[in-house]
């Protein structure tokens, strides 16, 4: 008889997977390698996660946790008296500081998703969560309903846009100066 599951042991478990995946990527995962660099047997992996694909679910899912986490925690620009650009560049700069690898794979992920190698609801929902948190954010500033969603999909998108760009051409100087004029062109939107 197998022993049950522990959820605190599975939940500690994805903590450090996704740190694994977030220094080696997700695309190329092979449980092997992974067990070897957490300490343990495949056998433990196995354990929580039935296979590969669980275990992507269970990633997959834990972010999307992460995520709604780290939205519910960040203050909205009336709370704090910023304007929606102080929040864009606050949210870049750390981004770019503290928090690199997840943003490589997050847009891995993203990617991935785009190309339909990794299914499910929780990319889609994680895209949809962030443009509901702008969204919220404009609406709250007088932005009408119609415009509030267009407006923040623009803007997530732009902004994850501007994180390649980064990643891959490492122009620190150009694209942060395309930020600002995001960050600008995000605070004309609040003064209708």
């Known amino acids: 008889m197998a022993r049950p599951r522990d959820p605190q ?36 992996l196995t354990h929580h996660f039935s296979g590969k694909d669980e ?11 992460r995520q709604q986490g780290r939205l519910a925690a960040l203050p909205g620009p009336a709370e704090d ?13 750390w981004h770019m500081s503290e928090d690199l690898p997840m943003v ?7 990617g991935l998703s785009a190309a339909g190698r990794l299914t499910g609801p929780y990319v889609p929902r994680m895209l949809g ?6 969204a919220d954010v404009l609406r709250a500033h ?6 509030a969603l267009r407006n923040a999909t623009l803007l ?23 930020l600002n ?4 062109t995000a605070d004309t939107w609040t003064r209708l």
Request: charged share 25%; proline share 2%.
């Open 129 to 134: 969560d962030r443009a509901g948190f702008v």
């Open 81 to 93: 008296g910023g304007s929606l650009g102080d929040v864009v560049r606050a949210s870049w700069a």
């Open 156 to 178: 997530n998108a732009a902004y994850a846009g501007l994180q390649v760009d980064y990643l891959t051409t490492g122009d620190k100087d150009r694209v942060e100066a395309a």
């Open 104 to 110: 490589r794979l997050l847009l891995e992920i993203e």
């Open 9 to 44: 042991r599975r939940t500690e478990l994805l903590d450090a997977i996704v740190d694994y995946l977030a220094e080696n990527g997700i695309s190329h995962l092979s449980l092997r390698p992974l067990a070897k660099a957490l300490g343990h047997s495949t056998y433990v």
């Open 55 to 65: 275990l992507i679910s269970a990633v997959l899912a834990h972010l999307f946790q």
């Open 181 to 184: 004029e995001l960050a600008d």
């Open 142 to 147: 007088g932005v009408p309903e119609e415009a």
